[in-house]
């Protein structure tokens, strides 16, 4: 299972960037059945669970992203959304879609599949 992660780039501090998640064919049929987030990592740091949302909509995010950071789904699209704004130079990292098992899974221990990270790069 690969998603296709899209969308990064280098931004100004203040600027937005909007991330996109493709599934692969083998979860197309059955994409909205999986809770879904983003996660992110840093140079030099571990990664950190950013935004998810569940098959039913329910939406959480990361303190260090609320209210700046918006993560939707469309499953006519099977695709994943992180929309960013507000960005900041410590926003900088490789950012990577993540759909959950369903058994076993959380967003502090995700149990999953994990799609290549897209960069971004916040400059000040």
């Known amino acids: 299972v690969q998603l296709q992660a899209s969308g990064g780039g280098l931004v100004q501090a203040g600027g937005s960037l909007r991330l996109s998640c493709k599934a692969p064919?083998?979860?197309?049929?059955?994409?909205?059945?999986?809770?879904m987030g983003w996660y992110r990592q840093a140079p030099g740091k571990q990664r950190e669970w950013v935004a998810g949302?569940?098959?039913?909509?329910?939406?959480n995010y990361a303190d260090s992203v609320k209210g700046r950071f918006s993560i939707s789904r469309d499953n006519g699209k099977k695709t994943l959304y992180l929309l960013m704004s507000s960005l900041k130079p410590e926003d900088t990292a490789a950012y990577y879609c993540f759909s959950a098992s369903p058994y076993g899974s959380s967003w502090s221990t995700p149990v999953g599949s994990w799609g290549q990270g897209t960069l971004v790069t916040v400059s000040s």
């Open positions: 949302i569940s098959s039913d909509y329910e939406i």
């Open positions: 064919r083998s979860i197309l049929s059955t994409f909205n059945t999986y809770d």
